[in-house]
């Protein structure tokens, strides 16, 4: 595990106490990603979608993206 490319990365820190109060024995695999193909992704998650024991939370940080 990698701690520095979570440095400037909060948004676990926000979801993490929501996520464990549903469900208090969960565990996480966070997963950082930069610029990159949408397709890719697709394909990834396609591959996990149908195991029940595996659930996703997406999130972007839009203001990153379009600051002005």
């Keep these: 595990y990698l701690d520095e490319p979570f440095n400037?990365?909060?948004s676990i820190e926000v979801q993490l106490p929501l996520i464990q109060m549903l469900k208090n024995n969960i565990?996480?695999?966070p997963i950082l990603i930069g610029n990159v193909d949408y397709?890719?992704?697709s394909t990834?998650?396609?591959e996990f979608w149908s195991n029940k024991s595996i659930s996703?939370?997406?999130s972007s940080e839009i203001i990153?993206?379009?600051q002005m």
């Design 44 to 46: 990834i998650i396609k």
């Design 39 to 41: 397709n890719k992704i």
């Design 27 to 29: 565990k996480i695999v």
């Design 8 to 10: 400037n990365e909060h």
């Design 56 to 58: 996703f939370i997406i």
């Design 64 to 66: 990153s993206i379009f």
